[in-house]
């Protein structure tokens, strides 16, 4: 059976799959085929901006590969052939921005925690076109997990980037910004490994907390640990867009986490760039 006859047959609109979901990525100018694979929204880390919601149970909880699989086939056809285009929103963005960029290991939580991580990555590099990226965009907290090497390894050959989240400079601020139980060392250290055999993109997201934004030495000590890193490709400067979803002591964080003005992003942008030495890009809240 082809991947279109199989979607004629079941004629499913993408709004119904369980783990498959299209965006439209005006920074790659195309689609990024976004993978969800916690539904079960598990993850090692608990930051304070995180905006999925965790109040709620969702109702799939167990990622199933080839479920996964036979959508992810279903919305490369669509792609690929323009249907998409005519399902909201793609039916009114230009023509040109209908094509696939990537395929994005992300969604409700942290994708390394995977147990068969690599045969999914396996999958995907068999399904996928060759010039469609596969980015897994990861917490850290699994890079040193075997299996999850093992994956690096075939998207390293499958034209497979990694963008790790690095959101502090120091242990303090890393364990108020990421809530987590993992030492902000091991952390700094899985992603230094993954660096060494890849070049890799950093994913930073500074905010403001009841309206103090990270210090004037928190940014040196970040800039420190990135150029301790090495071997970034990019660094992606963001700031909160949407609403945070967490509770911190009771109170939701989203009525006192705030993001940073555009001013503010770009200076820390610039000061990545001349005090670490690295390509850097802002990322606006507003
Ligand atoms: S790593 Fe991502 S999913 Fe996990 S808590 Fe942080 S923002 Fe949420």
């Not at 609109?13 to 195309?30: M, T, W």
């Not at 608990?46 to 109702?59: F, L």
């Not at 075997?146 to 120091?170: C, F, Y």
């Not at 990421?178 to 490994?193: D, G, H, Q, Y």
Request: include cysteine; hydrophobic fraction near 40%; charge should be neutral.
């Amino acid at each position: 059976m082809t991947i279109l006859a199989a979607h004629r047959q079941h004629s499913r609109r993408f709004e119904e799959f369980k783990y498959v979901y299209p965006v439209l990525s005006r920074r790659s100018h195309g689609i990024s085929i976004g993978l969800n694979i916690n539904p079960d929204k598990a993850c090692n880390f608990d930051c304070i901006y995180c905006q999925v919601d965790r109040t709620t149970e969702s109702a799939v909880k167990k990622f199933d590969l080839s479920v996964a699989e036979q959508e992810l086939r279903e919305m490369l056809e669509m792609v690929r052939s323009g249907e998409i285009a005519q399902h909201p929103p793609f039916n009114s963005v230009p023509r040109e921005l209908i094509r696939l960029n990537d395929i994005a290991l992300s969604g409700d939580a942290e994708p390394t925690t995977l147990p068969n991580f690599s045969e999914t990555i396996q999958t995907i590099a068999r399904i996928k076109p060759p010039d469609a990226k596969i980015v897994l965009i990861t917490d850290a907290g699994g890079l040193d997990r075997a299996d999850v090497k093992r994956g690096l390894e075939i998207m390293d050959a499958n034209n497979g980037e990694v963008w790790a989240k690095l959101d502090a400079g120091t242990e303090d601020y890393f364990k108020l910004i990421n809530r987590t139980k993992i030492p902000f060392v091991r952390i700094l250290k899985n992603i230094s490994e993954a660096a060494k055999a890849r070049r890799i993109v950093i994913q930073s997201l500074f905010l403001k907390i009841r309206g103090v934004g990270p210090s004037e030495a928190e940014i040196t000590a970040f800039c420190q640990r990135l150029r301790e890193i090495g071997n970034i490709k990019l660094v992606q400067v963001y700031t909160v867009a949407r609403k945070a979803m967490t509770i911190v002591d009771g109170v939701p964080a989203w009525q006192f986490v705030t993001a940073l003005s555009n001013a503010e992003v770009d200076a820390i942008t610039e000061r990545v760039r001349v005090e670490a030495g690295v390509n850097a890009e802002s990322f606006y809240g507003q």
